[in-house]
């Protein structure tokens, strides 16, 4: 069972940069992809970033040169480096880890971007 714990968010103004960790506790086992989703209201929750145990990543077009994915194995931590944040970045942003075939998920971060 892997436990998720995400920290980071916050209020921001447009243009500004955040910076969300997610840290995986309670297996032994070393987990396979990481990442990140978010959900704005009234809307299906969307994958954002995702990095695997060996550093490939995969991004939403419309993150790509804004965000920043990386993992740090040793502490079973991902994080996610938001640069120029949009209105349309709002969200709340959840962890997300697979292992064996099992998703996981944290309980979620809100980001707000507002003047």
């Known amino acids: 069972q892997v436990h998720l714990v995400e920290s980071g968010g916050g209020l921001v103004q447009p243009g500004g940069s955040l910076r969300l960790s997610c840290a995986a506790s309670g297996s032994r086992f070393s987990i396979n992809a990481m990442g990140w989703y978010r959900q704005a209201p009234g809307k299906q929750r969307e994958m954002v970033a995702i990095?695997?145990?060996?550093?490939?990543?995969v991004y939403q077009d419309s993150v790509k040169g804004r965000f920043t994915i990386s993992r740090d194995n040793s502490k079973n931590t991902v994080y996610l480096q938001m640069n120029g944040l949009k209105a349309e970045d709002m969200a709340v942003y959840y962890c997300y880890a697979v292992q064996f075939d099992e998703d996981y998920w944290g309980n979620g971060t809100l980001v707000t971007v507002s003047s």
């Open positions: 990095i695997t145990n060996g550093g490939s990543t």
